[in-house]
Every structure is written in structure tokens, then in C-alpha cells.
Nanobody
Framework: QVQLVESGGGLVQAGDSLRLSCAASGRAFSSYGMGWFRQAPGKEREIVAAISRGGGNTYYSDSVKGRFTISRDNAKNTVDLQMNRLKPEDTAVYYC????????????????????WGQGTQVTVSS
């Protein structure tokens, strides 16, 4: 059984930074890609960033490219999302998720490709 627990959300002002962390339980963390998604009120969940199992390949949505950085520590079973220069439109519930395909060396981009999800952490950016 895999459990993902996010932390680090909160209320910040535009321009501030925030770091989200996701702790994973279960075996073989390093065999799976990981992703961060977000869902704003009234909108569909969307991918924010993804990282391959070894951390060598990453993906960012256009809306966060250059501001957010995804990273992982396979020794600690964690995946982080460093968010800089936050904007009010970044306000959402952020979820981490585990890719469903083992041993892939490319990030998975579709929500349907992820099989385990955290409970989400709220990020609110005030203007």
C-alpha cells in the first residue's frame, strides 16, 4: 500500500515563495515517476510538474515554467515542489501523485497515468 502525504501549503502574498513536500510510504519509490497537480475552485485538476524516477527528466506546465522546480530525494522517499514568484492564479489545492508505470525514465503527463494520490494541500496566494 502506498501513501502520499503532502505538506507545506499555506497563505502567502504574491511574489512570495513556498515549498511543498510529499512523503511517500511503501517500497520501490525510486522506480516510479512522480507528479504535482493542482485544482483551483471551479476548474479541472491540471498537471503542474512531473519528474522521472531518477530525477533526470522533468516537465513543467507553461504557467509555472521558470518559477517552480520539482525535485526528489529517493533516499528519503520525498518529492518537493519549490514555488517562487507566486501569483494569485497559483491558488489551488496541490496534490502529489505517483506514476503508474514502473521503470519509466520520462515524466508522465496525463492524470490517468497516476495511480496513487495524496490528500492535497491548500496554497492560497493573495494579491
Amino acid at each position: 500500500q502506498v501513501q502520499l502525504v503532502e505538506s507545506g501549503g499555506g497563505l502567502v502574498q504574491a511574489g512570495d515563495s513556498l515549498r511543498l513536500s510529499c512523503a511517500a510510504s511503501g517500497r520501490a519509490f525510486s522506480s516510479y515517476g512522480m507528479g504535482w497537480f493542482r485544482q483551483a475552485p471551479g476548474k479541472e485538476r491540471e498537471i503542474v510538474a512531473a519528474i522521472s524516477r531518477g530525477g533526470g527528466n522533468t516537465y513543467y506546465s507553461d504557467s509555472v515554467k521558470g518559477r517552480f522546480t520539482i525535485s526528489r530525494d529517493n533516499a528519503k522517499n520525498t518529492v518537493d515542489l519549490q514555488m517562487n514568484r507566486l501569483k494569485p492564479e497559483d491558488t489551488a489545492v496541490y496534490y502529489c501523485a505517483r506514476g503508474g508505470d514502473r521503470y519509466l525514465d520520462i515524466p508522465q503527463l496525463e492524470e490517468s497515468e497516476y495511480d496513487y494520490w495524496g490528500q492535497g494541500t491548500q496554497v492560497t496566494v493573495s494579491s
